[in-house]
C-alpha cells in the first residue's frame, strides 16, 4: 500500500490518499509531484500498467491520483492543484476554491471533475461542472439534489454526464 499525506506544523498529519502499489513496482525511492518513483520488480519486463511508465530498465513512475490524466500540466497549475488537495484534507473548502480558481485547463477540470465523483465530493464537482461550462451535467446534478436523491445516486447521475461509464 500507498500512503499519501500533508505534514504541517499547524495540522499535523493528515491523509492525502491510500492506494495500492501495482504488481510491477517494488521499493519507493522519491517522490517529485506529480509523480512517485518505485525501483521495478526484475521479474516484470512486459507492458505497462495504466497510470504507470517505466523509465529505463530499473525505475517506473507513477502519477499521484489527483494528475492521472494530466501530469503535464504548467507549474501554476501542480501548485494550485496541490494546494487545493492539501486544503481538501483539513476540510478548508473556502481556501480549496481559492486555491483553483485561476486554472484554466479544461482537462484540469474534468479531470477534477471525475475525481469529484470518485471520492464524492459533489461540493467540488459542481465547480468543475461551472468551469467547464458542462451546463447539461449541472443541470442533471442539481436536479438529483432537488429530488433528495442518495449521494451514490447524484454520483451516479454525474458519472453518466462525465461518460465515466
Request: proline letters at 1%.
Amino acid at each position: 500500500m500507498i500512503l499519501t499525506m500533508f505534514v504541517t506544523s499547524d495540522h499535523g498529519i493528515q491523509l492525502q490518499d491510500l492506494a495500492r502499489k501495482s504488481s510491477a513496482s517494488d521499493a519507493l525511492i522519491g517522490v517529485h509531484v506529480p509523480h512517485l518513483y518505485f525501483t521495478k520488480k526484475m521479474e516484470f519486463d512486459e507492458e505497462e500498467v495504466r497510470g504507470e511508465k517505466s523509465i529505463g530498465r530499473f525505475l517506473i513512475a507513477r502519477s499521484l491520483r489527483e494528475f492521472s490524466g494530466v501530469e503535464n500540466c504548467d507549474e501554476a497549475t501542480r501548485k494550485g492543484m496541490m494546494d487545493f488537495c492539501y486544503y481538501l484534507s483539513i476540510g478548508q473548502m473556502d481556501e480549496a476554491f481559492k486555491a483553483i480558481r485561476f486554472i484554466k485547463s479544461e482537462s484540469v477540470w474534468e479531470h477534477m471533475a471525475s475525481m469529484s465523483v470518485k471520492t464524492r465530493r459533489l461540493d467540488v464537482a459542481a465547480v468543475c461542472l461551472g468551469n467547464m461550462k458542462n451546463i447539461r451535467g449541472a443541470r442533471a446534478l442539481r436536479k438529483a439534489q432537488e429530488a433528495g436523491e442518495s449521494e451514490a445516486i447524484q454520483c451516479a447521475v454525474l458519472a453518466v454526464e462525465l461518460g465515466m461509464l
